[in-house]
């Protein structure tokens, strides 16, 4: 069995999800904090927007950050001015349309983490002289590592799993963009079911392992990191 299994694709798997998780964390720990204290009437469209990956199917949007992407599109013709390689069919897009189709998995979490410590200790700790930057590292961050931990396991897991997105904006090129669940599809196209066995057992696997860590963090129970 082990002669089926082909690393290219695992590794590019692993990559991607590595690259994204660290990209969403930079990205979505501020813009959940700032989702978590802002009361400006339009909290809740952003909201939506956030979290319309969850119910946007993944062709539709993979097509249009095709659109986006392409050469013509408005993001490609900004790219260009940076670099001579295309975004679409590049592993550049498929970072790209990974980090907007996963960013709820990792805001979300981290923004019901910031709301769940509350304003008094907040309010206590500014009372005490600390600026907001310094509440933040101080006092809100190692309150909420929970949050950062579901966070960083479902922003990592649901890279794993993406096929529609990847698929629209990156094609299937071995080495570049061909990620594990288009591996699979192509096994299931070839009716090579015993390597899509493999696959797939490894995907299931490894998805059950990661929404039980979830559950278990969510459920307050002490782990140490």
Same mark, same amino acid.
């Given at each position: ?8 694709? =695992? ?70 001015? =940076? ?12 970072? /790209? ?19 769940? /410590? ?14 907001? =930057? ?63 066995? /493999? ?13 039980? =860590? ?12």
């Amino acid at each position: 069995m082990l002669e089926l299994i082909q690393l290219g694709p =695992i590794l590019v798997t692993l990559k991607l999800a590595l690259v994204t998780t660290f990209i969403l964390l930079i990205i979505g720990t501020p813009l959940a904090w700032w989702l978590s204290n802002t009361q400006t009437k339009y909290k809740t469209p952003i909201e939506a927007i956030v979290a319309l990956p969850l119910v946007l199917p993944p062709t539709v949007l993979g097509f249009y950050l095709l659109v986006a992407l392409s050469p013509d599109g408005f993001v490609g013709q900004l790219w260009s001015y =940076i670099s001579d390689d295309p975004l679409t069919f590049s592993f550049s897009g498929l970072v /790209i349309g990974s980090v907007i189709y996963s960013l709820p998995f990792v805001v979300q979490p981290l923004q019901a983490s910031f709301e769940s /410590i509350g304003k008094p200790i907040q309010h206590a700790a500014a009372s005490l002289g600390a600026r907001p =930057i310094d509440i933040f590292f101080s006092v809100v961050l190692p309150l909420s590592y929970r949050g950062f931990f579901v966070a960083i396991t479902l922003g990592f897991a649901h890279t794993v799993g993406e096929f529609g997105v990847v698929l629209m904006i990156g094609g299937n090129i071995p080495g570049i963009t061909q990620v594990l669940s288009i591996t699979i599809y192509d096994h299931v196209e070839a009716l090579e079911y015993s390597a899509a066995h /493999i696959y797939s057992a490894a995907l299931l696997l490894f998805s059950f392992v990661v929404l039980l =860590i979830a559950y278990t963090a969510n459920r307050k129970v002490n782990i140490r990191l």
